[in-house]
């Protein structure tokens, strides 16, 4: 192993093994991890969400009671329109998937553009703001390190889910257990120190909001109360986590993520409600340099002793240090489900099929680097600036509220002659279409020139992308149907007789004989026009064909224990059927197969074992070329068959590549062309069945 490899093992772990018994339950999360890896993201939305509310309020303090209770029933609303959506939707995949099935491809994408840049500021907000509350109790000359310190938390959280999410789960999980300790025992302090003051307050809340009503009038103070409540909405914004995450729950996954959606939601609901209840009753005040946590943590225990030892900073400083720690926890939800959205996105070829691929770790590896280098950026941008952060956050984060809510209405309405409790569970997501929709247009109007039109930019344009990607591989998709329809299949007039394997006659290749390693996926023209191709250049050289392919077990397939057994059953039906096609031919011929997760690697692993029993035998696989090379095409495409050449070349298996022209015009003349993902040429393609 090169000294790269030893230090890529070191941090990231050996390779694990797909076929392991209970490889997918293993890697699965019980509903109290969940809560750590994705309610993280909702709880520690409490150190912004509520500060940015109450600073909204200025002097109209009394108003922080009100901002409270809708705080606690928007958290309830929308999670209890998140569990529904869990009910009926069990594989996950949260505001993309539901928009996507009931209102369309085209909504779904909205949906789900706007989930990705709102999980890439859910990593860039966390961090930042984590920094923040850790530099709070420091001098403030020391603040300029809160910068550099973000972009290591980033990095730090990339190497550990590249080690796998149970992994990186189980190693922050502490930090979570100390935050919720020392903020439940200032919660119990502040609220219950105040609790014979009531009538007190009562009082002095009154009055405030009369004077609030005397100076601003009804209207005035209604327009105050939305802009503090909408400005506050960042408290909300990692509710939709744990339906995106269903995929990484433990079996009964919708039970497991329900019982997460309770706890993330009820922790949730007291915190944020109670620190701004807090606020008000402290009489906390903006701080320079401080956030309100900060002003709020030392009013209640700066002054505590025990035994003549001072013990309050001690608090304090153990209690801002986990919520700067709960905060870069919180940026995991980002790595977590970030990368599923992307991956459900890329199945459906809305993005690069790159993106749907598992690592040797079973990881989605280039959803979490990709993650990781955009949230750097945007946190760079920004300079970690949590108020422009919070902005571009809310702002993503209610349009896929809105979408998912308005998609269950739709929902609901269809299937109310089917569904006797359909009128039952639709007030919900009406209400929480209702309220997260006046949130997101109150917080586009108020701050839309304070950073509000960049991410509706990033979004814009991420969307554009998305649909220029549909659009080429639909272009490729038609033109392999094309060719599928040029070619003649003998599959078809074979498939009343027996075949020659149930009458015990398929003659195999001799091993003393050249034979042709041929890299083939799903069953369809490009793989019968490669090996009509093979014969045309090597007339009468081969005696035979071996059908090697790798089938990937990609994000599509690791869902569930059925999903492996039922891959390789199509993977075994479309190699039966290039035998039979290899028969018309007058060939010898036989097939292998590997499952794995890194195409190269199996394929290298497949090639070299078949040549081992096949002295003479020689590696064939196609490689897809356009007319126009392009960025754009790499972007899409890969070339594996040159990565497998050069690893089987210095193993000493002598492998040819066949160049496969492409052009997506379809002008006549055309050779042949390709599909994604399932090109049957190309050696990285995922087996479909036929």
């Known amino acids: 192993m090169t000294i790269w490899g030893r230090v890529r093992r070191a941090l990231i772990g050996a390779p694990k093994d797909l076929k392991a018994p209970g490889a997918l339950h293993k890697l699965s999360l019980i509903a109290l991890l969940a809560w750590v890896g994705l309610g993280a993201d909702g709880l520690s939305s409490s150190a912004y969400g509520p500060d940015e509310a109450f600073r909204q309020l200025g002097e109209h303090r009394g108003m922080a009671v009100f901002i409270a209770l809708a705080m606690v029933v928007t958290v309830l609303v929308i999670s209890y329109g998140y569990s529904r959506i869990i009910e009926q939707f069990p594989s996950g995949g949260g505001g993309y998937l539901v928009a996507s099935k009931i209102l369309g491809g085209p909504v779904g994408v909205v949906s789900g553009s706007a989930l990705l840049v709102d999980y890439v500021l859910t990593i860039a907000i966390s961090i930042a703001a984590g920094a923040d509350a850790i530099f709070s109790f420091l001098p403030l000359g020391w603040r300029n390190w809160a910068l550099p310190t973000a972009v290591a938390g980033i990095v730090l959280l990339v190497v550990m889910n590249?080690?796998?999410?149970?992994?990186?789960?189980?190693?922050?999980?502490?930090?979570?257990?100390?935050?919720i300790i020392t903020h439940a025992v200032l919660l119990l302090v502040a609220l219950g120190g105040h609790a014979t003051e009531v009538p007190a307050v009562t009082r002095e809340v009154s009055?405030?909001?009369?004077?609030?009503?005397?100076?601003?009038?009804?209207?005035?103070?209604?327009?105050?109360?939305?802009?503090?409540?909408?400005?506050?909405?960042?408290?909300?914004?990692?509710?939709?986590?744990?339906?995106?995450?269903?995929?990484?729950?433990?079996?009964?996954?919708?039970?497991?993520?329900?019982?997460?959606?309770?706890?993330?939601?009820?922790?949730?609901?007291?915190?944020?409600?109670?620190?701004?209840?807090?606020?008000?009753?402290?009489?906390?005040?903006?701080?320079?340099?401080?956030?309100?946590?900060?002003?709020?943590?030392?009013?209640?225990?700066?002054?505590?002793?025990?035994?003549?030892?001072?013990?309050?900073?001690?608090?304090?400083?153990?209690?801002?240090?986990?919520?700067?720690?709960?905060?870069?926890?919180?940026?995991?939800?980002?790595?977590?489900?970030?990368?599923?959205?992307?991956?459900?996105?890329?199945?459906?070829?809305?993005?690069?099929?790159?993106?749907?691929?598992?690592?040797?770790?079973?990881?989605?590896?280039?959803?979490?680097m990709l993650m990781g280098a955009a949230a750097l950026a945007v946190l760079?941008?920004?300079?970690?600036?949590?108020?422009?952060?919070?902005?571009?956050?809310?702002?993503?984060?209610?349009?896929?509220?809105?979408?998912?809510?308005?998609?269950?209405?739709?929902?609901?309405?269809r299937r109310r002659r089917s569904e006797p409790k359909w009128l039952r569970r639709l007030p919900a997501h009406v209400v929480a279409a209702t309220l997260c929709l006046v949130i997101l247009l109150v917080t586009v109007t108020e701050k839309f020139l304070e950073g509000g039109w960049l991410t509706l930019l990033i979004t814009a344009a991420l969307i554009g992308f998305c649909f220029a990607v549909k659009r080429h591989y639909r272009r490729v998709a038609r033109a392999i149907r094309k060719l599928d329809t040029a070619l003649?299949?003998?599959?078809?007039?074979?498939?009343?007789?027996?075949?020659?394997?149930?009458?015990?006659?398929?003659?195999?290749?001799?091993?003393?004989?050249?034979?042709?390693?041929?890299?083939?996926?799903?069953?369809?023209?490009?793989?019968?026009?490669?090996?009509?191709?093979?014969?045309?250049?090597?007339?009468?050289?081969?005696?035979?064909?071996?059908?090697?392919?790798?089938?990937?077990?990609?994000?599509?397939?690791?869902?569930?224990?059925?999903?492996?057994?039922?891959?390789?059953?199509?993977?075994?039906?479309?190699?039966?059927?290039?035998?039979?096609?290899?028969?018309?031919?007058?060939?010898?011929?036989?097939?292998?197969?590997?499952?794995?997760?890194?195409?190269?690697?199996?394929a290298e692993k497949l090639a070299t074992r078949v040549a081992g029993q096949y002295p003479q035998a020689m590696a064939v696989a196609g490689q897809i070329v356009f007319e126009k090379d392009s960025a754009w095409n790499r972007l899409l495409h890969n070339e594996t068959a040159f990565l497998i050449q050069r690893r089987l070349q210095h193993n000493g298996v002598?492998?040819?590549?066949?160049?496969?022209?492409?052009?997506?015009?379809?002008?006549?003349?055309?050779?042949?062309?390709?599909?994604?993902?399932?090109?049957p040429s190309t050696p990285d393609a995922k087996v479909r069945a036929p």
């Open 654 to 679: 002598p492998m040819v590549v066949l160049p496969v022209q492409v052009d997506l015009n379809g002008r006549p003349g055309d050779r042949t062309s390709t599909a994604p993902r399932t090109s």
């Open 207 to 368: 009055a405030n909001i009369g004077q609030t009503v005397a100076a601003l009038g009804v209207f005035g103070t209604l327009r105050l109360f939305l802009h503090a409540y909408s400005l506050g909405g960042g408290t909300y914004t990692g509710i939709e986590a744990v339906s995106n995450g269903v995929g990484i729950m433990r079996e009964p996954r919708v039970e497991t993520a329900k019982k997460t959606m309770v706890l993330m939601a009820a922790s949730l609901a007291v915190t944020a409600a109670g620190l701004m209840l807090c606020y008000l009753l402290w009489d906390a005040r903006p701080e320079a340099g401080k956030t309100m946590n900060a002003v709020l943590l030392e009013r209640v225990a700066g002054s505590w002793s025990l035994a003549g030892i001072d013990v309050g900073w001690a608090f304090v400083i153990v209690a801002l240090v986990s919520e700067g720690a709960l905060l870069f926890v919180a940026a995991q939800a980002g790595f977590v489900d970030g990368p599923r959205v992307m991956a459900n996105m890329a199945v459906d070829s809305w993005l690069p099929n790159r993106f749907s691929a598992l690592s040797e770790r079973l990881t989605m590896r280039n959803g979490i």
């Open 162 to 179: 590249l080690r796998g999410v149970k992994e990186s789960v189980t190693t922050i999980a502490p930090v979570f257990g100390v935050f």
């Open 488 to 602: 003649p299949d003998p599959n078809g007039s074979l498939a009343l007789a027996p075949t020659s394997t149930e009458r015990g006659e398929r003659r195999r290749p001799d091993p003393r004989k050249p034979v042709a390693v041929l890299f083939v996926g799903a069953y369809g023209g490009l793989g019968r026009r490669a090996l009509l191709t093979l014969t045309r250049m090597f007339p009468g050289h081969f005696q035979g064909v071996i059908f090697v392919s790798v089938a990937v077990a990609d994000s599509d397939v690791f869902k569930g224990a059925a999903e492996l057994p039922a891959l390789e059953e199509r993977t075994r039906r479309s190699l039966e059927q290039y035998e039979r096609f290899a028969e018309s031919l007058g060939l010898a011929c036989a097939s292998e197969y590997a499952v794995g997760t890194e195409v190269t690697l199996e």
């Open 380 to 413: 760079i941008y920004t300079r970690g600036d949590v108020s422009k952060l919070v902005v571009m956050y809310s702002i993503n984060v209610f349009l896929t509220f809105t979408l998912s809510n308005v998609s269950m209405t739709v929902f609901w309405v």
